[in-house]
T-cell receptor, first 110, second 111 residues
Framework: EDKVVQSPLSLVVHEGDTVTLNCSYE??????LLWYKQEKKAPTFLFML????IEKKSGRLSSILDKKELFSILNITATQTGDSAVYLC??????????FGTGTRLQVFP | DAMVIQNPRYQVTQFGKPVTLSCSQT?????MYWYQQKSSQAPKLLFH???????NEADTPDNFQSRRPNTSFCFLDIRSPGLGDAAMYLC??????????FGSGTQLSVL
């Protein structure tokens, strides 16, 4: 069965902390790994990763993919209250299917 | 701006009364997806179209149907909504194997 699993399910930190979110996948004909941020609305795109070992970075957020071990991490440094959200990992596979993981709920307190 | 637009934002229907949710896009993307998202859960893929080719997920109930009359529009029909079908329904589009663009979603309530 194709699946994407994220950990932890929930994370509570203080502003300024650094967090690492994990995503593992088992899908047929893997194509790419995507990260989305979801607040109280539709998911917004963060990163798309297709190659192992190449870090993608956007401000305080960064992500990397390991295609040998079938996982990805999303790092957020110097967290802010505005980073509070559910972070979704998704795997693109076969020709155009995309399935999401369970999500990690991040809460950042002042 | 090019967009994925879902109507309505909120839909209330009665138990067993058919309902149709709509999605349109101005991005001219080949692929259109429908996801169901229940409270505190990840979006679950119901089906997707690659152009006119329809791809149904194995565990999508028969109660859910979809139509894509042209590139721009896609509809989700729920033939006999049950209480368990209350959820956020998300439409998304993409070019093949590229990132998905999501609409704002339709929140469906079943009374």
């Amino acid at each position: 069965e194709d699946k994407v699993v994220q950990s932890p399910l929930s994370l509570v930190v203080h502003e300024g902390d650094t967090v690492t979110l994990n995503c593992s996948y088992e899908v047929t004909n893997f194509r790419s790994l995507l990260w989305y941020k979801q607040e109280k609305k539709a998911p917004t795109f963060l990163f798309m990763l297709t190659s192992s070992g190449i870090e993608k970075k956007s401000g305080r957020l960064s992500s990397i993919l390991d295609k040998k071990e079938l996982f990805s991490i999303l790092n957020i440094t110097a967290t802010q209250t505005g980073d509070s959200a559910v972070y979704l990992c998704a795997a693109h596979y076969n020709t155009d299917k995309l399935i999401f993981g369970t999500g990690t709920r991040l809460q950042v307190f002042p | 701006d090019a967009m994925v637009i879902q109507n309505p934002r909120y839909q209330v229907t009665q138990f067993g009364k058919p309902v149709t949710l709509s999605c349109s896009q101005t991005l001219n993307h080949n692929v259109m997806y429908w996801y169901q998202q229940k409270s505190s859960q990840a979006p679950k893929l119901l089906f997707h179209y690659y152009d006119k080719d329809f791809n149904n997920e194995a565990d999508t109930p028969d109660n859910f149907q979809s139509r894509r009359p042209n590139t721009s529009f896609c509809f989700l029909d729920i033939r006999s909504p049950g209480l368990g079908d209350a959820a956020m329904y998300l439409c998304a589009t993409s070019r093949p194997l590229e990132k998905l663009f999501f609409g704002s979603g339709t929140q469906l309530s079943v009374l």
